[in-house]
């Protein structure tokens, strides 16, 4: 391929040269003809099309006084093919080839582009090694070749580059050790190269001579010490080393980076002690040097860091107190120093800080009680405080922490009973973990409305009594643990406690029940004579059970023998073997909710369709959808519901009537179900059939054709469609279980509708009808929050949600390998900023570049869809919310 690709270059060239006219004085390469042979290699969609003026084609600047392209923009089209042609443009200055498909070498011809200025070349799969011709690019400012698979060293040829002042090279495969020559470039301001197979030290000049101000070298292999001249003209605002093997001490030079904004150092093996010049840095707004072997007191220093919202010191080697003049940060969110040898009292100095979010002091050795006004921060979600030797009693004011959505008290010394207050915090989502204490007395019957909550865990304490039926209010449960205790009587009959082992509830000698097996016994109080009637009653009712199973055996071997005649005498009256009889599945059961319908769905002739392959049109993550073409000359999508969720058949009535109520839920961004069958042990579920198919064929399939022409207005109204159908559904209390472009199916205006909407309710668990065997969601949408909680919520379909936007926004997929290991299209948009991308970078340059007022609502709407996917689900708008900020965008 390459020597054809190279044959080709030189046909091209042979074929200008044919051109020129003879008695110029010097060769010129006309660009329009470079331009044109690009877009036919390439495939730029859009080029040549209603112009010949190439300079006003997509992504070409030309210079004011000649037809020379200086500027080269190919961003975001999804591109592959040949790009060493590009190298004969030869007034270039800028070029962005960035997120597309190129492969293969970056072309050494690169290196001929003497003008440029700016190369990016991020977000590929270009491989090998980075060829040293580029360091010929003396005028080169930014080179980014993120995201890429090379290899090999960074080559000394690109010395050379001293003009150079943004070097990206992240989440490759590049190994060796970092240059020396790299501090010696005097311009340079950004050097990202985290993600790599780095090894050796970070280079001691590092920033000695230049105005360094963002160092990412985070996921390498460095050792040696941090140097100290990292802040040596004090520039640095960004420092990221984390998940190196980096140790030494932290340099106090460090405090000569007033500017400094984030210090990630985790992940290491630093020693000593935080330096007293970290109170310096007044513009520090996070510092995380978790997991090293730090030590010494914490340092009151960092109370004068007035800007900083999040301190983590976890699991290091401190000791000592929490400075009370952190109640001086007003910002800080996060305060997590778990896992160190810190004692004393909670630190009721941090709880003064009004905007705390999360409070982490598990694993350590605390020894205090707990202070009455812990949640005088109205915003504390996370309150960890497990593992240490707090004593006293839980103060009834634990009540007021209303936004908790983690309680962790376990591995203490907890005295006294459990306040009845703490069924007030009715956001309880993640965790309540009170075990390992000395907690005695009844459980408290409140505890049955955290409706939320989704693991409970009392056990090793001295807890006494039943354990209340109100309980059966916790609807979320998955994990439950009442082990080691006092409780007596039965297990109340409620599914998270029958789902749970029998470890759960073991170490109770009076508690009786399944999961623990066998009966309760007489230990309900029942006297032996009125417990004898039970037996004998039981046993009555087991001979009755008996008989009546043999009755009803026989009589279905009867039917089924009278059936297998009748069907011996049709196959014979049609001329049929019974073979070909057998091998046409029967509908059981089936209706059409539309009346003007039925003549026209003929199901005989759906069963047929989902029977051939050729007919499928999608696999989703509950069903796979048919297209059934009725001899009416109606088509249908029909959905099979997949064998995982067949249990649903065992409760045909309250199916029906689910579908029936569905089918009059009328909104204009809602696809509704218009009937079902049965057969077998299968569901079909019919529903009109849509030919400009999803949202996912819109965006990534049809946007490639050559024929494509970018409309941001239908993605918008799009957008906006499928937020309201959401908000409606939230509205009637439905929550969705699989929200995807994949299930946004588009009509022949490009109106969206929510589909899959029905299979939220059949697999409702609280329901009845059957329980989600699938994980709840597809692939690259999952919140999440779900990895832990297992439940589908409001807040999770909004996340969702979000995703669908960014998928608007961008046309990049929720998955991609583009975007490396572990990451999706969520943290990719959000990990921007960290790459120093812009947001226009986001979004889909087709879409973005075409005008200023397009670009304007593309990124109103990328707002919202960082909203939607923020990490914490209790930060998310509610979706009649989005709706309102969609509507914004689209009357402004």
């Known amino acids: 391929m390459a020597l054809l690709s190279s044959l080709l270059t030189v046909v091209f060239l042979v074929g200008l040269l044919s051109r020129f006219q003879p008695g110029n004085s010097q ?292 000791n000592g107190t929490i400075p009370p003049e952190f109640g001086q940060l007003n910002n800080l969110q996060e305060f997590i120093v778990s896992g160190n040898n810190l004692y004393g009292e909670i630190p009721t100095s941090v709880l003064k800080c009004k905007n705390l979010n999360k409070l982490d002091l598990s694993n350590n050795k605390f020894n205090g009680t707990i202070p009455a006004d812990i949640c005088n921060t109205s915003r504390l979600q996370y309150l960890l405080l497990g593992e240490n030797s707090i004593r006293g009693e839980i103060p009834h004011e634990i009540g007021n922490c209303v936004k908790l959505l983690e309680l962790e008290m376990g591995n203490n010394d907890l005295t006294g009973s459990i306040p009845p207050e703490i069924g007030h915090m009715k956001n309880l989502q993640i965790s309540l973990n009170l075990s390992h204490n000395r907690l005695h007395g009844k459980l408290p019957q409140d505890l049955g409305k955290l409706d939320k909550l989704v693991s409970l865990d009392v056990s090793d304490n001295q807890l006494s009594g039943n354990i209340p039926p109100a309980l059966k209010g916790m609807q979320s449960l998955i994990e439950v643990d009442f082990s080691s205790n006092q409780f007596t009587g039965p297990i109340p009959t409620f599914a998270p406690f029958q789902k749970s082992p029998n470890s759960s509830f073991l170490g109770n000698k009076g508690l009786c029940g399944d999961p623990l097996g066998g009966g309760c016994g007489d230990l309900n109080g029942y006297d032996h004579s009125i417990y004898g009637h039970k037996v004998s009653y039981r046993i009555v009712l087991a001979v009755i059970g008996s008989g009546l199973a043999v009755f009803v055996s026989v009589t279905v071997v009867v039917l089924l023998f009278m059936l297998r005649e009748k069907q011996e005498k049709a196959a014979k009256e049609a001329g049929n073997t019974i073979d070909e009889i057998s091998s046409q599945p029967v509908i059981l059961a089936g209706n059409v909710f539309v009346d003007n319908l039925k003549q026209a769905i003929d199901f005989d002739a759906v069963v047929k369709a989902v029977m051939k392959d050729s007919n499928k049109i999608c696999v989703g993550t509950f069903s796979t959808v048919y297209r059934a073409d009725m001899p009416s000359g109606m088509i249908l999508s029909v959905k099979k519901l997949k064998s995982m969720d067949k249990t649903i058949i065992h409760h045909q009535s309250k199916m029906i009537r689910e579908l029936e109520k569905l089918s009059k839920l009328v909104h204009d961004n809602l696809a509704r179900p218009i009937g079902f069958g049965i057969y077998e042990d299968v569901v079909l579920l019919l529903h009109q059939y849509y030919d400009n198919g999803t949202l996912t064929q819109y965006l990534h399939n049809s946007s490639q054709k050559p024929e494509y022409k970018p409309d941001w207005p239908t993605r918008l109204a799009i957008a906006t469609g499928v937020a309201e159908g959401l908000a409606f559904l939230h509205h009637v209390a439905i929550i969705h279980l699989d929200i995807s472009s994949g299930n946004v199916l588009l009509d022949s205006n490009f109106r969206p509708l929510v589909s899959e909407v029905e299979i939220s309710r059949l697999l409702d668990p609280s329901r009845g009808t059957a329980s989600i065997s699938a994980v709840a969601g597809s692939f690259g949408y999952i919140p999440p929050e779900y990895a832990y909680t297992m439940q589908v919520t409001a807040p999770g379909n909004v996340y969702s949600y979000g995703v669908v936007l960014l998928e608007i926004l961008t046309t990049r997929l929720p998955v991609d390998e583009a975007f490396g290991e572990g990451i999706d299209l969520v943290k990719w948009v959000h990990g921007a900023p960290v790459r120093g991308e812009t947001p226009e970078q986001i979004l889909d340059a087709r879409l973005s570049t075409i005008s200023f007022s397009w670009r304007k609502e593309m990124l109103a709407a990328l707002k919202v869809a960082l909203l939607c996917t923020d990490v914490t689900p209790a930060k998310r708008p509610k979706m009649k919310k989005v709706v309102e900020m969609l509507q914004e965008i689209t009357e402004s």
């Open 27 to 318: 060769l010129v390469f006309h660009d329009q003809d470079v331009v044109e042979a690009i877009g036919k290699e390439l495939s730029v969609p859009g080029w040549g099309v209603n112009t010949t003026n190439f300079c006003s084609w997509h992504g070409i600047i030309c210079s004011s006084n000649s037809s020379m392209v200086e500027r080269l923009d190919l961003s975001g089209f999804r591109l592959q093919g040949n790009v060493t042609l590009i190298s004969e443009l030869k007034a270039l200055k800028w070029l962005d080839l960035s997120n597309n498909n190129f492969q293969g070498s970056i072309p050494v011809a690169f290196g001929n582009l003497s003008e440029l200025q700016y190369l990016d070349l991020s977000f590929n799969k270009f491989g090998n090694s980075i060829p040293g011709e580029l360091g010929k690019l003396r005028n080169l400012r930014a080179l980014n070749l993120s995201k890429n698979w090379l290899t090999g060293a960074i080559p000394d040829e690109l010395e050379g580059l001293e003009n150079l002042q943004d070097f990206q090279i992240f989440t490759n495969n590049l190994n060796g050790s970092i240059p020396m020559w790299i501090g010696n470039l005097t311009n340079l301001k950004i050097f990202a190269a985290y993600e790599n197979e780095f090894s050796g030290e970070v280079p001691v000049n590092l920033g000695l001579y230049s105005e360094l101000s963002l160092l990412n070298l985070h996921s390498n292999q460095l050792e040696g010490t941090i140097p100290e001249s990292i802040c040596a003209n004090g520039n640095l605002k960004f420092l990221v080393l984390t998940q190196n093997k980096l140790t030494g001490m932290i340099p106090d030079s460090i405090g000569n980076c007033k500017g400094l904004s984030s210090i990630r150092i985790g992940n290491n093996k630093l020693i000593g002690g935080i330096p007293k010049s970290i109170g310096n840095i007044s513009s520090l707004t996070y510092f995380e040097a978790d997991s090293n072997s730090l030590s010494g007191e914490i340092v009151s220093e960092f109370a004068k860091c007035s800007n900083l919202t999040l301190l983590n010191l976890a699991s290091n080697e401190f």
